[in-house]
């Protein structure tokens, strides 16, 4: 989706703003209560600003003469959703779900949203499998592990695309809309959304398994590192 762009900086700048209140706080002695405050603006700034987008985008979308299919939720809630859900923080400020969307055009409307569900599933494979490599490669660099084993670690991470693809069971349909071309082609265009704990969790263990054949000592190496 065209949101991808504006979600990622706007969420950076909350992040960062965020950042610098914690440190005023830590400097100047404000109550806690202040901070959280503080929070609830920030939270509430950037759901106003996903609405507004959302609505943009729906907008768009009706114009290309998108339709939502029978049995889900008006295009518009839809797109809204997908918004929050982009944009929705955990405790600690970071973002809260995976999200990936895919336009796919095909000869009719079930075989497009099943080819555009599947594309979407392997780009939130793709940020799973970038996000859990990130993770373990800065837990292998503070662990004493050999240097041999920490190669063969995130070699097994390097190339777990596939095996990550195949533990996507929780994701949540967050949109599908379609609409009919000139040449009775039909283009779905669908948005799932992925819990980022889960996920990880579940990629872990994924690839745990994977180790697990090749090596137990190396999956013992990644229980080590806390997952």
């Known amino acids: 989706m065209k949101k991808n762009l504006f979600i990622g900086a706007f969420v950076a700048f ?3 703003f ?16 202040n901070l959280k405050k503080q929070e609830k603006v920030m939270d509430k700034e950037l759901h106003r600003k996903a609405i507004k987008e959302a609505r943009k985008e ?42 990936a969307s895919a336009r796919i055009i095909g000869g009719n409307q079930s075989a497009a949203a099943l080819q555009a569900t599947n594309t979407a599933k392997i780009d939130l494979a793709g940020q799973i499998q970038t996000k859990v490599s990130q993770l373990i490669e800065a837990k292998v660099a503070n662990d004493d592990m050999g240097q041999e084993n ?3 670690l995130s070699s097994v991470v390097a190339a777990s695309k596939s095996v990550i693809s195949a533990t996507l069971g929780r994701v949540l349909p967050l949109v599908e809309v379609y609409r009919t071309l000139s040449n009775q082609n039909v283009e779905v265009m669908v948005t799932l ?4 704990q889960d ?8 690839i745990r398994k994977e180790l697990a054949a090749k090596s137990e000592e190396l999956a013992k190496e990644l229980d080590k590192l806390g997952y």
């Open 150 to 152: 920490a190669a063969s």
């Open 14 to 16: 909350i992040m960062m």
């Open 199 to 206: 996920a990880n969790k579940a990629a872990v263990q994924a």
């Open 58 to 99: 729906a907008k768009a979308l009706e114009k290309e003469g998108f339709k939502t299919p029978a049995g889900k939720l008006p295009l518009a809630k839809q797109i809204e959703t997908a918004w929050e859900k982009q944009v929705e923080l955990d405790t600690d400020g970071n973002p809260y779900w995976y999200v």
């Open 18 to 33: 965020a950042v610098n209140v914690i440190a005023q706080e830590k400097a100047t002695g404000k109550d806690y209560k």
């Open 193 to 196: 959304g992925y819990s980022i």
